[in-house]
């Protein structure tokens, strides 16, 4: 099958969310192992539905694809009353790239030194935290804390991961469960308290900072994920040429040494262990998700 002269790999987040990240540190090496210029393209809206939809409809011959997440092929549809895609059944899927421990950060007027405080807190007084989606990983990630520490806290949602961060560094909301890259800078420069990783261990490049797990919440372990999914229908032979040239890049030396350094696990699982990962993590996080529906506490700010 003849490379398609440019690839679009399509995005459903804006400008500083992680598939952001993912997908530039990965641009280079894909287009190499495709033999096609790789266009990142980035369509935000309606916590990335808006952009799954529309490669779910695109002509299945591996010029369009999509940087499937968490929220995007394992929360977010189940969560929708009338779901606008299936995440297997509508998409083929084709390798998972990498897994991302997110890092739980405070604002330090809120007072909290570590989780056991931040949970005391939140026991006598209802704290706001901020992601930008339902559904998506960093409210996947609050649910289960809330849920395993017993306490409520309100949800702040953002349409633009830029303006989340303004004002969780202005104090105008209290906590944020968000990924590495992004909140460790703002940790490090006094802007944020650092709590907790959500990964079972400490993440190499934040050894400093315990993980959830280790700070009470046993049971606690959430990494974010991204992989790549074209349309369904696209014929074996172009989805396995497609499926290769992915696990290549993630495996070239530099992309992984990149994504390690950004504390993200390069995986480049092909697509029948991705398939299969999927609906394992469907089914995991069942539970959180209907407390999800069952919460009326969102705060939508644009």
Not at 139 to 148: G, I, P, S, T
Request: glycine share 6%; with cysteine; net charge neutral.
């Amino acid at each position: 099958m003849t490379p398609a002269r440019e690839v679009r790999l399509v995005l459903g987040f804006s400008p500083g969310s992680l598939s952001d990240h993912i997908a530039r540190m990965l641009q280079d090496a894909l287009s190499a192992a495709l033999e096609s210029h790789v266009a990142i393209e980035l369509k935000p809206g309606d916590q990335g539905m808006t952009a799954a939809r529309e490669v779910a409809r695109a002509k299945p011959d591996g010029a369009t694809l999509f940087m499937a997440t968490l929220g995007t092929h394992a929360i977010v549809p189940f969560l929708a009353a009338q779901p606008p895609y299936d995440p297997l059944a509508d998409f083929t899927p084709l390798a998972l790239v990498s897994r991302s421990p997110m890092l739980l950060a405070a604002h330090p007027s809120v007072g909290a030194r570590d989780v056991q405080s931040l949970i005391e807190i939140a026991q006598h007084r209802q704290l706001a935290y901020a992601t930008s989606a339902i559904g998506g990983a960093p409210h996947l990630a609050a649910a289960l804390f809330a849920r395993l520490a017993r306490v409520s806290m309100r949800h702040v949602r953002y349409d633009r991961t830029e303006r989340l961060y303004e004002d969780l560094a202005a104090g105008r909301v209290d906590l944020s469960f968000n990924n590495i890259i992004s909140m460790l800078p703002r940790c490090r420069s006094g802007e944020l308290t650092a709590l907790a990783v959500t990964s079972p261990q400490r993440s190499p490049v934040a050894s400093d900072i315990p993980s959830l797990a280790q700070s009470g919440l046993a049971d606690y372990d959430m990494s974010n994920w991204a992989g790549i999914v074209g349309p369904r229908g696209m014929p074996p032979a172009t989805a396995d040429r497609v499926s290769a040239a992915i696990t290549k890049a993630v495996n070239a030396e530099n992309v992984s040494a990149a994504f390690r350094s950004q504390g993200m696990i390069p995986c480049g699982d092909d697509a029948s262990a991705f398939a299969h990962f999927m609906r394992v993590e469907r089914e995991r996080w069942r539970p959180v998700l209907d407390d999800i529906r069952a919460g009326s506490d969102e705060h939508r700010t644009q």
